[in-house]
């Protein structure tokens, strides 16, 4: 890929970007929803992440993992404990980032 | 700038609104920045610097950047980095029609530089605030708070990352911080049954539609759940009506 053509193809991704996060909202003409799916939409924030986080904890290349000495695991582990004792994404992110610091590091898990 | 037309006479940032928007991204924040540290190891490996700098400053969406980054680099042909790009965005258009009761009164151009900085975790915690869908003063001043921080909590470490390059040890696993990030805010989600069925249920259909090219299973999992999620609303009704 050329030069230009590479600046052409990134400037058409933040096209798409701006495009698909507005989608819904770039006309203002009427769009009316079915009720039962404006009811069914309030689940989408909560799939969202869930289907983000489930597979980057219990997969590695595709495929599930075979073991529980996956630091990941344990990871989520110390952070989910952390949350549901003190409800703190914060340190949620620090106590799961500590735990697998020192299993990757410390065990080569 | 006219972005204070909608909260009020205030600019936006002079919204005591807009500091409860970035107060609650923060906490967030080293998750996000560990994630773009990351991207911007990634795309320099890729592109080299000049264009990494172009690619996290214009298209900003660190997954569609990830998908894109070895197309680009094996030189596949423009129209499959964009079809790619858009399918892995997809996402996006269901959270649009979320947003739209919010946003739909406002100017185009306005509408569209929202668009550019409705992340992931904005809209997330947006919902989460205002869960009546009507347009009220504080929201623009509140989405701002939060895009501001999210938007400089994802450059600056991504510029970093693009500079550093091969000095960053991503090896340790420090992406995974922006994974803890996620589960923080999802367990804040997590309240009623429903709603613990509901994220199980679009964990599964993630892990068993993984195979799916292009980051579709996200799009199979928001699906799933969202028809779990009615199905255990209508569950208890029907049992009281027999």
Redesign the interface.
């Given at each position: 890929?050329s030069?230009a053509?590479?600046?052409?193809?990134?400037?058409?991704?933040?096209l798409?970007?701006?495009?698909?996060?507005?989608?819904?909202?770039?006309s203002?003409r009427e769009?009316p929803?079915p009720a039962?799916l404006?009811?069914?939409?309030?689940?989408?924030?909560?799939?969202?992440?869930?289907?983000?986080?489930?597979?980057?904890?219990?997969?590695t290349q595709?495929e599930?993992i075979h073991t529980w000495q996956d630091?990941?695991l344990f990871?989520?582990a110390a952070?989910?404990a952390w949350?549901?004792w003190r409800?703190?994404?914060?340190g949620?992110?620090?106590s799961?980032?500590a735990v697998?610091?020192v299993l990757?590091?410390g065990l080569g898990w | 700038m006219k972005l204070g037309s909608e909260g009020g006479t205030l600019p936006p940032w002079r919204h005591p609104a807009f500091r409860t928007g970035a107060r609650e991204m923060m906490s967030i924040a080293p998750g996000i920045s560990a994630w773009g540290l990351v991207t911007g190891v990634a795309m320099v490996k890729a592109l080299g610097v000049p264009l990494s700098l172009l690619m996290s400053m214009v298209v900003f969406a660190g997954s569609a950047q990830l998908a894109a980054l070895p197309l680009i680099a094996a030189g596949a042909p423009v129209w499959v980095v964009w079809a790619t790009a858009l399918c892995v965005n997809l996402r996006f258009v269901i959270f649009s029609a979320q947003w739209r009761p919010y946003f739909a009164h406002l100017p185009l151009v306005q509408r569209l530089r929202l668009g550019y900085f409705t992340a992931d975790l904005n809209y997330v915690l947006f919902m989460k605030r205002f869960r009546e869908p009507r347009p009220s003063a504080e929201q623009l001043p509140y989405f701002w708070g939060g895009v501001s921080l999210n938007w400089c909590a994802w450059q600056i470490p991504s510029v970093a990352g693009i500079l550093l390059g091969e000095r960053v040890p991503t090896h340790w696993g420090l992406g995974f911080a922006g994974t803890l990030a996620l589960l923080g805010l999802m367990n804040t989600l997590l309240s009623d049954r429903a709603t613990w069925v509901a994220a199980a249920v679009a964990g599964c259909a993630a892990v068993a539609a993984y195979a799916l090219p292009l980051r579709l299973n996200i799009v199979v999992a928001i699906a799933a759940a969202v028809a779990m999620g009615l199905l255990m609303e209508q569950l208890p009704r029907q049992r009281r009506s027999a």
């Open positions: 890929m030069g053509e590479a600046v052409l193809t990134i400037l058409g991704l933040g798409i970007t701006v495009l698909t996060r507005s989608f819904f909202f770039l203002q769009m929803l039962w404006k009811q069914g939409l309030r689940y989408a924030p909560l799939a969202a992440l869930a289907a983000v986080v489930v597979p980057e904890v219990v997969m595709g599930l630091a990941r990871a989520v952070g989910s949350f549901w409800r703190g994404i914060l949620t992110i620090v799961g980032t697998l610091l990757r590091l | -």
